[in-house]
C-alpha cells in the first residue's frame, strides 16, 4: 500500500533553518509528481510547493518563494524541503502528497502523516 | 489569490443530506474541471474522496458526491453518518501568479 512518511520537524528559532523529508514506499516513486502542504495550528490547508515526476518542474507559493528549496531523488524514493530564513508564520504541520495526475488536475491522492514545524524565539 | 470560500459549519441529522459550497473565480475553478474535495478528521491527514469536480477514488463511499456550476463547486454527503464528522476542504488548479493550487477555507461538518 502508498505509504508517506515525513520526518526532520521540530522546534526553530527564527531565521533558521530545517530540512524535511518524505520516504516513500508501496508505489513506483519516480512516476508521480509530489508536493508539500502545510496546515498552521487551527487553520486551513495551503499548498507550499511542487515538483514533477522527474525533478525538471517546480513551483512554490509566493509565501515561501526564495527561501524553501523542494527536491527529490527517485532512486532513495524520498521527496525532500529545504527551508531557510524560517519565521513565525511558517509554523505548521506540512504534510507530503502525491499528485494524481498532470500538473493542471492537481489533486493530493496520498498523504503523509504530517510533522510539525514550530519557529519560535 | 486568496482561499476558496467555503461555509463555516454545515450540519445535519443521521440519514439526511447536506452540501457544502466552494466558491471561486473564473481563473480557479470557472476555468477548470480540476475541483478535488477532502476529508479531515481531528489530528488525522487529509483524504481525498473526490477528484476532478465528480470522481471518487476507489474505497471511497458513494454517499459522496461532487459537482460544479459557474465559479462554485459543492460537495454533497448523502444518508449523513456520524463518522462523517470531520472538516472538509476544497481545492483546485489556479491560474494565478502566486499560487499552483488554491485551497477552500474549510467547512465543519456536524452530525447532530
Known amino acids: 500500500q502508498v505509504q508517506l512518511v515525513e520526518s526532520g520537524g521540530g522546534l526553530v528559532k527564527p531565521g533558521g533553518s530545517l530540512r524535511l523529508s518524505c520516504a516513500a514506499s508501496?508505489?513506483?516513486?519516480?512516476?508521480?509528481?509530489m508536493n508539500w502542504i502545510r496546515q498552521a495550528p487551527g487553520r486551513g490547508l495551503e499548498w507550499v510547493s511542487y515538483?514533477?515526476?522527474?525533478?525538471?518542474?517546480?513551483y512554490y507559493a509566493d509565501s515561501v518563494k526564495g527561501r524553501f528549496t523542494i527536491s527529490r531523488d527517485n532512486a532513495k524514493k524520498s521527496l525532500y524541503l529545504q527551508m531557510n530564513n524560517l519565521k513565525a508564520e511558517d509554523t505548521a504541520v506540512y504534510y507530503c502528497?502525491?499528485?494524481?495526475?498532470?500538473?493542471?488536475?492537481?489533486?493530493?491522492?496520498?498523504w503523509g502523516q504530517g510533522t510539525l514545524v514550530t519557529v519560535s524565539s | 489569490q486568496s482561499a476558496l470560500t467555503q461555509p463555516a459549519s454545515v450540519s445535519g441529522s443521521p440519514g439526511q443530506s447536506i452540501t457544502i459550497s466552494c466558491t471561486g473565480t473564473?481563473?480557479?475553478?470557472?476555468?477548470?474541471?480540476?475541483v478535488s474535495w477532502y476529508q479531515q478528521h481531528p489530528g488525522k491527514a487529509p483524504k481525498l474522496i473526490i477528484y476532478?469536480?465528480?470522481n471518487r477514488p476507489s474505497g471511497v463511499s458513494n454517499r459522496f458526491s461532487g459537482s460544479k456550476s459557474g465559479n462554485t463547486a459543492s460537495l454533497t454527503i448523502s444518508g449523513l453518518q456520524a463518522e462523517d464528522e470531520a472538516d472538509y476542504y476544497c481545492?483546485?488548479?489556479?491560474?494565478?501568479?502566486?499560487?499552483?493550487?488554491?485551497f477552500g477555507t474549510g467547512t465543519k461538518v456536524t452530525v447532530l
Open positions: 515538483i514533477s515526476s522527474s525533478g525538471s518542474t517546480i
Open positions: 481545492s483546485s488548479y489556479t491560474s494565478s501568479s502566486t499560487l499552483l493550487y488554491v
Open positions: 502528497a502525491r499528485g494524481g495526475g498532470t500538473l493542471l488536475r492537481g489533486y493530493f491522492h496520498f
Open positions: 508501496g508505489f513506483t516513486f519516480s512516476d508521480y509528481d
Open positions: 473564473g481563473g480557479d475553478i470557472g476555468s477548470y474541471n480540476y
Open positions: 476532478d469536480v465528480t
